[in-house]
């Protein structure tokens, strides 16, 4: 139904009933109502419920990141700051492929002047780095923004740290 156009956001998946509400609530370990609110506000799901849900659906997690995107369109990022330059630069190093992975964002640019900027100390941004099943969707997309990118173009950047990581190519020796 995603690919034939008919699946167009993300309430539909229970529209058509593809998946049963409560199936996934539990599937992601959620209580039906609290899994509700979540359909509501996206943003609160974390980056491992997205890539859960969007299996049990038989989606990429950039596809559940597109349905997303069009019931729950991103905010713009207010800031006081102006946005560097080299911020510009990043989009069209991610659709060239030079960037492919989340961390290589990090190479043009500081990765604690991106977590000032979205509202995260830089500890956290680091942890959420190293472990990106833990990493909230509304953090993920406020990063997009920063740098013109649609949430589901992040979550494939996404999808190749967390596939880095689960590899073991990633994580450090101990």
């Known amino acids: 139904m995603f690919t034939s156009g008919r699946l167009k956001k993300l309430s539909d998946i229970f529209k058509f009933r593809l998946v049963p509400i409560t199936v996934v609530a539990t599937d992601l370990g959620k209580e039906k109502n609290r899994f509700k609110e979540l359909i509501e506000n996206p943003d609160d799901f974390i980056y491992?419920?997205?890539?859960?849900?969007?299996?049990?659906?038989r989606l990429a997690p950039f596809e559940m990141g597109i349905l997303i995107e069009t019931?729950?369109?991103g905010h713009r990022l207010k800031t006081d700051q102006e946005k560097e330059e080299k911020y510009a630069a990043i989009k069209p190093l991610v659709e060239e492929g030079t960037i492919t992975c989340l961390d290589e964002i990090f190479k043009y640019v500081h990765k604690y002047t991106v977590a000032e900027q979205i509202g995260r100390k830089g500890a956290t941004l680091d942890r959420y780095l190293k472990n990106?099943?833990?990493?909230p969707i509304g953090?993920?997309?406020a990063i997009g923004g920063l740098f013109e990118l649609k949430l589901s173009e992040m979550l494939k950047l996404v999808e190749v740290?967390?596939?880095k990581q689960t590899s073991g190519a990633l994580k450090k020796p101990e």
């Open 48 to 57: 491992q419920e997205i890539r859960l849900f969007s299996t049990n659906c």
């Open 71 to 73: 019931e729950h369109p």
């Open 132 to 135: 990106v099943d833990n990493f």
């Open 139 to 141: 953090d993920i997309r």
């Open 161 to 163: 740290q967390y596939d």
